[in-house]
């Protein structure tokens, strides 16, 4: 079993050796070039999603077009903590946005009236930040001032999922190899990580697609999407579809906040999961430091 798992992976380093020498680096950079500077607003899925392809694919000994990327896939532990935000009108308890556990969930689909990084309209995708409480701020856009909720999940299981635009390191490539891939990674990178401004959710469409084309593996091997925050390029999200997302998440709890800063916040009031709703506690109440014993310390 080990063997044929060896052998299987030889023969994919060895077919990504042979399309990545059909390229040239400066090739793959004028690749990029073209597509950044295209008009891609009138064009159809299926005709933005072959000008993706083009930009990173050979074409194979049968006449198709093949893209020659590097999947990396990471693992979360149990207990991971993922987060997001909704914005709250004011410092109101129960908030209006934190009050339900439904509140906490993915949006209904027909809710959801406009296109995203990695959904479309009428898709219901679950979009958080890991590990990291303020990245969600910055993520949903709540001003300095503002309040907002703050929904806390804990990883149920090992939680698996490949990296968008990850950079190779790997020995097994040579230095112009490597260089070759992370031409792609940086593209793909850039893809998700770019700002996009009300407005202009049409710009979406290109990570939508290359999300769902070429890091869309089979649920019993993949939990979500993962890919570099638009806020912190040190920090990951992760994107999950809503049954992936009740088959992997426990729902901590929530936390009321008044954001005071880029990186700094005031809590204000932990809501406590029971049954439908959330049941609200002050800051320094046992259920608080039950819930949430990083606040204060």
């Not at 680096?25 to 005709?47: A, C, G, I, Y």
């Given at each position: 079993?080990n ?8 023969q994919?380093?060895a077919k990504?050796k042979a399309?990545?020498a ?21 064009l159809n ?9 083009k ?7 049968d006449?198709?077009?093949r893209?020659f ?7 979360f ?13 004011d410092?109101s308890?129960?908030p209006q ?7 906490s969930?993915?949006p209904?689909?027909?809710l959801?009236r406009?296109p ?11 979009y958080t ?10 993520e949903c856009r709540i001003?300095?001032?503002s309040h907002?909720v703050i929904?806390?999940?804990?990883a149920?299981r ?10 190779e390191?790997?020995s097994?490539f ?5 260089l ?10 850039d893809?998700?990580?770019r700002?996009v401004?009300v407005?202009?959710?049409h ?14 593996g ?11 925050s638009t806020?912190?390029r040190?920090?990951l999200?992760a994107?999950?579809?809503p049954?992936k997302?009740h ?12 954001r005071?800063g ?8 932990v809501g406590k999961?029971?049954k439908?709703?959330?049941q ?6 046992p ?6 014993p990083?606040?204060?310390?």
């Amino acid at each position: 079993m080990n063997v044929s798992m060896d052998l299987n992976a030889q023969q994919m380093l060895a077919k990504q050796k042979a399309m990545l020498a059909e390229v040239t680096p400066s090739e793959l950079m004028q690749r990029v070039r073209d597509f950044r500077r295209s008009e891609h607003r009138t064009l159809n899925d299926e005709q933005l999603t072959q000008e993706i392809l083009k930009v990173m694919s050979v074409n194979s000994s049968d006449g198709s077009q093949r893209a020659f990327l590097k999947i990396h896939v990471t693992e979360f532990p149990t207990g991971t903590l993922f987060f997001r935000a909704r914005r709250a009108e004011d410092s109101s308890i129960p908030p209006q946005t934190g009050t339900t556990i439904r509140d906490s969930e993915a949006p209904d689909g027909s809710l959801v009236r406009r296109p995203g990084r990695l959904h479309k309209i009428g898709e219901s995708v679950l979009y958080t930040a890991i590990h990291d409480p303020h990245i969600t701020l910055s993520e949903c856009r709540i001003p300095v001032g503002s309040h907002a909720v703050i929904f806390a999940y804990k990883a149920r299981r090992s939680i698996k999922a490949p990296i968008i635009g990850a950079t190779e390191h790997g020995s097994e490539f040579t230095d112009e190899e490597k260089l070759k891939l992370n031409i792609i990674n940086d593209f793909l990178h850039d893809e998700f990580a770019r700002e996009v401004e009300v407005g202009l959710e049409h710009l979406y469409r290109s990570s939508e697609i290359i999300a769902k084309w070429w890091f869309d593996g089979p649920p019993e091997l993949q939990d979500c999407w993962v890919y570099s925050s638009t806020k912190n390029r040190q920090s990951l999200n992760a994107a999950f579809r809503p049954m992936k997302a009740h088959e992997c998440l426990d729902l901590v709890g929530s936390i009321l906040v008044r954001r005071i800063g880029e990186n700094q916040m005031q809590c204000l009031s932990v809501g406590k999961p029971n049954k439908k709703k959330f049941q609200y506690f002050p800051i320094g109440s046992p259920e608080q430091k039950v819930l949430f014993p990083q606040i204060g310390a």
